[in-house]
């Protein structure tokens, strides 16, 4: 079946260093690929998106790589801050449209001052 | 504007009784999405409405649960009866569109014991 999963369960980092967080997916057939956030007593968040004809976009000290040849996708955050901390998300679009999401199982980004 | 509002934020209940949960999605979004998160597991689509249709229901797990959106406003999601596997985070999402980015709520935790 259809499934998004990602390689770390949790990432802890130095604030002011880059964070990459990976994620696998199995459904060449999306269109879109998006990272969400979600803070702790909140919603997930949009963070970026990325199409599946592209295979990088860059956002406000974020950038999502896609690499559909292994189909694998990342989020790389600059220079990280205290308020990155989160669980981010990523999710694919599978075959049934833009907000009918398969999502992964999470990876929890800690920020260290 | 108000995002997506969800109520109640918590809801504990004994297993076998009957909860009703409310979504109010951003004003004028037709668009409107139901996502549970049951322990340990990743976010998992349960339906779509357009308006006050329903575009979607693959996700819904089985038919204790039923959603209603009349007159294509707010959303409820009941379950009846509940069981303790139908415990997790239920989140509401919306959109303008059905290619648009989506705004979620803050969920509501459902705790069935």
């Known amino acids: 079946g259809e499934s998004v999963g990602l390689h770390l369960p949790t990432l802890s980092v130095q604030e002011g260093d880059n964070s990459i967080i990976n994620c696998a997916y199995s459904?060449?057939?999306?269109?879109?690929f998006i990272w969400y956030k979600q803070e702790s007593g909140k919603g997930p968040q949009f963070i970026i998106d990325?199409?599946?004809?592209?295979d990088k976009r860059q956002g406000q000290r974020v950038t999502v790589l896609l690499n559909k040849t292994v189909k694998h996708l990342s989020l790389q955050i600059a220079a990280t801050q205290p308020g990155d901390s989160a669980v981010y998300f990523c999710?694919?679009?599978?075959?049934?449209?833009?907000?009918?999401?398969?999502f992964g199982a999470g990876t929890r980004l800690a920020v260290h001052p | 504007e108000a995002g997506v509002t969800q109520f109640p934020s918590h809801s504990v209940i004994e297993k076998g009784q009957t909860v009703t949960l409310r979504c109010d999605p951003i004003?004028?979004?037709?668009?409107l999405y139901w996502y549970r998160r049951v322990m340990g597991k990743e976010i998992k689509f349960l339906l779509h409405?357009?308006?006050?249709?329903?575009?979607?229901e693959s996700g819904m797990p089985n038919n204790r649960f039923l959603a209603e959106r009349t007159g294509g406003t707010y959303s409820t999601l009941k379950v009846q009866p509940a069981e303790l596997e139908d415990s997790g985070v239920y989140f509401c999402a919306s959109s303008s569109g059905v290619n648009t980015e989506a705004f979620f709520g803050q969920g509501t935790r459902l705790t069935v014991v």
């Open positions: 409405f357009v308006k006050e249709s329903k575009q979607d």
């Open positions: 999710a694919e679009t599978g075959s049934g449209g833009y907000n009918k999401l398969i």
């Open positions: 459904n060449s057939a999306s269109d879109y």
């Open positions: 004003s004028g979004h037709d668009n």
């Open positions: 990325i199409r599946s004809n592209m």
